[in-house]
């Protein structure tokens, strides 16, 4: 076999997609089809799958539009982690499938499907709307119209990877908060919050943060990262959800919310102990009250089971506090530092 004959072989292969199939009019449960095709190298996920549907099997159903990774429509699951179809290529993929020579194709999670690989994204602009993502603009309404509401390049910085989002909903189909809790309010949308709030024509930053440290808000996120490590524009998504927390505490104090409270009490126990005085971590952030009705069947379990943290006096301070404590206080002073120079600014 000559080089050029082998190297054609290895350019060009069968690829077998396992896709998920769901039609809510004739199926009462999705389950997956397997379409084997020959496909050269260089093709993307999204060019495989408009080639099933024009020369295989015309039902199936996905969402696209551009194809060059602007509009966010082709989000879809491919081996497992939420991605761009139009982006992705398929030699890629097949170096990271489980089974040789099979790629899986499945919708994004945490949305309703409404058919194949096409979820509903209504819930999503609810919460968008909920939290306001939009500018609502500072300037009076009569000057509307009649000149430009700039802002400079240092304003602009605060906030740029912010605006890079496509709303291609990744993010939120590998939250894991929102496989448990479909309430919750969303990665994206506390990124498009802390954009709108750090937009210094913004004139709701105050009402739009109020909403943000409700329940269901910014405080339950457990920072797993996940929305961050499978962001399709690489957006710093934990910085921006950081910078709401930061934003909170610093306006409206460490006693506002419940999770405020949570942060002064993990940020207390470490400075003092080296790590987390669990027994008492519930109590200092919800109450008394709340935790004997939400956690006293749960901490019998634990009992039983031999499962409970030890009681504060029990809990000794780790080795190496000092050097901690002297860490935290610089970095402590440094933080005030860029806080006096912001509001110097």
Known sequence: MSDSTIQHHEESRDVTFRVHRFNPQVDSKPYFDDYT?????????LRALNYIKEHVDSTLTFRAFCQAGICGSCSMRINRIS???????????????REPGVI???PLRNLPLIKDLVVEMDPLVGKMKQHSNWVDSKMPEEQWGQKEFLISEEEFSAYDKATDCILCASCVSECTILRA?????????LLKSYRMNADTRDGIHEQRLAGLVKDHGVWDCTHCYRCQETC????????A?????EDAIERRGTKDTSGAR???AFMDDIEKKGKLVEATLPIRTNGIAWTLKNLLPMAFKMILKRRTPPPPPLVKASKGIQS?????????SHVAKDHQKKSGE
């Open 37 to 45: 095709i020959k496909l050269e190298k260089g093709i993307t996920v």
């Open 83 to 97: 991605k761009l179809a139009c982006t992705t290529q398929v030699w890629d993929e097949l170096d990271k499938a």
């Open 104 to 106: 899986t194709i499945e």
């Open 181 to 189: 809790n479909k309430e919750y309010v969303s990665p994206v949308v």
């Open 232 to 239: 399709v524009k690489n957006i710093p998504i934990m910085d």
């Open 241 to 245: 959800i950081h910078g709401i927390r």
């Open 262 to 264: 949570h942060a002064e």
């Open 324 to 332: 901690l404590r002297k860490e935290m206080k610089e970095m402590a």
